[in-house]
């Protein structure tokens, strides 16, 4: 038995965290203790893993190697205990940090752009079925926002909106392969071509 130094009450061995250093090997504050400690400290004990890590790299990256798979294995079940919590944090992080990763993704895009293709390639192979899906969820919607552009462009370079969206039409049926030269004809008499 041990009696706790903070809440003064004498406890089983069990209920103690260990301390190689300790005289009894335990630590003086029992775990419930220690818990609301850590709780109430919690910012202090952020800074200070984080001083510790920095001024020990090497150290914690031969830990975290040779301890890879229950390192892992231990975040997934975390991570699985916490989504909420989780999604939470990470909506906040990319929103604090939006800048930032926008620039990491594209350099780590051009540094990878390789392997990056060639995985989509391969995704895109693997998952065929739910690419359809997914491409026919959007194309409605993505058609129309390239039709707005097109417009938009043409708009720009003098056209009236509805001509612009004859061209539109145009061009798009070209692209499907269609023959339009009496609309093109009509067109370049009317001088829009
Ligand atoms: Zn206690």
């Known amino acids: 038995m041990k009696r706790c130094t903070k809440c003064g009450i004498e406890k089983v061995a069990g209920e103690f965290n260990k301390k190689k250093s300790g005289k009894d090997g335990l630590r003086s504050y029992c775990k419930g203790c220690e818990k609301l400690y850590k709780e109430a400290n919690k910012e202090r004990y952020r800074e200070q893993r984080k001083r510790y890590r920095e001024a020990n790299k090497e150290r914690c990256r031969d830990y975290y190697e040779a301890n890879k798979e229950q390192i ?83 708009i720009k370079n003098g056209y009236t909106r509805e001509e612009a969206v004859i061209l539109r039409g145009i061009y798009k049926s070209t692209k499907r392969g269609e023959q339009n030269r009496d609309t093109c004809d009509q067109l370049f008499m009317a001088g829009l071509l």
């Open 72 to 154: 892992l294995e231990r975040q997934k079940l975390y991570k699985e205990a916490n989504k909420e919590r989780y999604r939470e944090y990470q909506k906040l992080y990319r929103e604090a940090n939006k800048e930032q990763l926008s620039e990491q993704r594209k350099l780590h895009y051009e540094a990878n752009k390789e392997q990056i293709l060639e995985y989509q390639k391969l995704h895109r192979e693997a998952n065929k079925e739910r690419y359809r899906e997914y491409n026919k969820l959007h194309h409605a919607k993505d058609s129309r926002r390239r039709d707005e552009r097109y417009i938009a462009a043409r």
